[in-house]
């Protein structure tokens, strides 16, 4: 069975960083690409972008580029999302999926 | 104007059934594309639900009961999913995506009642 387990819950302060991570398992980790995804609270999906497991080859959308970092281990089937420098309007849930399975989602809190 | 526009709301009856829509912008046809379905009920990431690009290519999603479906309107330039049969745990939002220039393209989803 095809999982994708995220990590958990996270509260922040605006300017802090975070990387938030997905492990797949269940299938060859390294043959399909993982996506992020936001959902803001009461909001529609949102695509953030993309990794190539095999080879960390990302592709961001034009509204996400330079503002967050996709990534992956590949000796660990796991994937990342990170920011350097959080703001209020990241407050949001992130969900990775990949081969039409999702994960749970992360809930990422920046508050002051 | 967006790339995929998808109505706010739709509502119907138990067992009737329901036509949701997701409208291409002008200019990008949607017979080149495969449009992908998801389900989200409240607190859950979505669930794939099916995939359509023709009847000969097409993927309904594991588990996925068959009373969902899609289809197409070319006239419309617009995916279609069709739910016949509703039920009331059928209730949920619907979002429709394409894989457009290299990027992954979301509507803005479809809450639907039954009532």
């Known amino acids: 069975e095809v999982q994708l387990v995220q990590s958990g819950a996270e509260v922040k302060k605006p300017g802090e960083s975070l990387r938030i991570s997905c492990k797949g398992s269940g299938y060859s980790f390294t043959s399909y690409w993982i996506s992020w995804v936001r959902q803001m609270p009461g909001k529609g999906l949102e695509w953030m972008g993309r990794?190539?497991?095999?080879?960390?080859?990302?592709n961001y959308s034009p509204s996400f580029q330079g503002h967050v970092t996709i990534s992956a281990d590949k000796s660990i089937s796991t994937a990342y999302l990170q920011w350097s420098s959080l703001k209020a309007s990241d407050t949001a849930m992130y969900y990775c999926a990949t081969l039409g399975v999702w994960g749970q989602g992360t809930t990422v809190t920046v508050s002051s | 104007q967006a790339v995929l526009t998808q109505p706010s709301s739709l509502s119907a009856s138990p067992g009737a059934s329901a036509s949701l829509t997701c409208t291409l912008r002008s200019g990008i046809n949607v017979g080149t594309y495969r449009i992908y379905w998801y389900q989200q009920k409240p607190g859950s990431p979505p669930q794939y639900l099916l995939r359509?690009?023709?009847?000969?290519?097409?993927?309904?999603g594991s588990g996925v009961p068959s009373r969902f479906s899609g289809s197409k309107d070319a006239s419309a330039n617009a995916g279609i999913l069709l739910i016949s049969g509703l039920q009331s745990e059928d209730e949920a939002d619907y979002y429709c995506?394409?894989?457009?220039?290299?990027?992954?393209?979301f509507g803005g989803g479809t809450k639907l009642t039954v009532l």
């Open positions: 995506m394409i894989w457009h220039s290299s990027a992954c393209v």
């Open positions: 990794i190539d497991p095999s080879d960390s080859y990302t």
């Open positions: 359509y690009k023709s009847d000969s290519d097409k993927q309904q």
